[in-house]
Nanobody
């Protein structure tokens, strides 16, 4: 299982970015896929999760109403649309996939998001 995140960059406060995470190595339709982030000097925190392709989604309160997690039809790519970005959203963003039943987690490399004020 490999996860490849992309789409980070520098954006002004109030701007938007869309992160992508391409998963390979098997079919991920029934896997939960999520985004976490880690700001400098802080612990990694949950951002959003897609329980399975076409299923429920959940968000951290800090991003609710601004971020949207989605997946492509095959379920192998997960997106994070980030709108109305704030400087507090500055972090390295990581995607993760959880194997059903075992709970084994796989992580991709981070993609950096910097929001300037």
């Amino acid at each position: 299982v490999q996860l490849q995140a992309s789409g980070g960059g520098l954006v002004q406060s109030g701007g938007s970015l869309r992160l992508s995470c391409a998963a390979s190595g098997r079919t991920f339709t029934n896997w939960a896929m999520a985004w976490f982030r880690q700001a400098p000097g802080k612990e990694r925190e949950f951002v959003a999760v897609s329980i399975w392709s076409g299923g429920s989604t959940y968000y951290a309160d800090s991003v609710k109403g601004r971020f949207t997690i989605s997946r492509d039809n095959a379920g192998n790519t997960v997106y994070l649309q980030m709108n109305n970005l704030r400087p507090a959203d500055t972090a390295d963003y990581y995607c993760t996939a959880r194997r059903p039943f075992t709970g084994q987690d796989f992580w991709g490399q981070g993609t950096q998001v910097t929001v300037s004020s």
